[in-house]
């Protein structure tokens, strides 16, 4: 990994932290923004972001995660601690190129972090086939520093 995906992942660690410390990632609509990433929506190809999977591994699939598999499912998850359930779906485009795909349904936690209002700022991350499906995500995801990205995913309130 290079520098910024290393001080990203440290950073998304100390978010999730952040998130459990006031209950659950899942009163954070932002969490969700991050987490949720589907490149199917832009109607493109294949775009995938390492800071969603970085997220996904943390807070929904990873040993820090406060979503836990349900017995008997491959891909169903349920947060612990407020009851929110997602799938998991990953699907591979070539032998490089895994996207994984965290599909949430609305949150049963008490809102607590700020709405998704923005496009979120991310140091880079995205890959992809094509420079131009890459593109078409800028409508989501804007360009920020480490620490902007991390100051709007804790954002509180409204
Ligand atoms: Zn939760």
Same mark, same amino acid.
């Given at each position: 990994m290079?520098?910024?995906a290393?001080?990203?992942a440290k950073a998304l660690a100390g978010v999730l932290a952040f998130y459990k410390s006031k209950g659950c990632p899942c009163a954070f609509p932002r969490f969700f923004q991050l987490a949720c990433f589907d490149f199917r929506h832009f109607?493109?190809?294949p775009v995938g972001c390492h800071l969603t999977d970085i997220m996904i591994d943390l807070a929904v699939t990873g040993p820090t995660a406060t979503y836990k598999l349900l017995p008997g499912d491959e891909e169903k998850y349920r947060c612990a601690v407020c009851g929110t359930e997602g799938t998991i779906h990953s699907e591979q485009f070539n032998i490089h190129m895994w996207i994984t795909v965290f599909k949430? *349904?609305?949150s049963r936690a008490r809102q607590l972090g700020h709405a998704a209002d923005a496009r979120l700022p991310i140091p880079g991350g995205l890959y992809g086939f094509k420079q *131009?499906?890459?593109d078409r995500t800028s409508t989501y995801f804007g360009s920020?520093?480490?620490q902007e990205m991390v100051d709007y995913l804790m954002e509180m309130g409204g």
């Open positions: 290079n520098d910024i290393e001080q990203s109607g493109t190809g949430a *349904e609305p *131009e499906d890459m920020g520093t480490v």
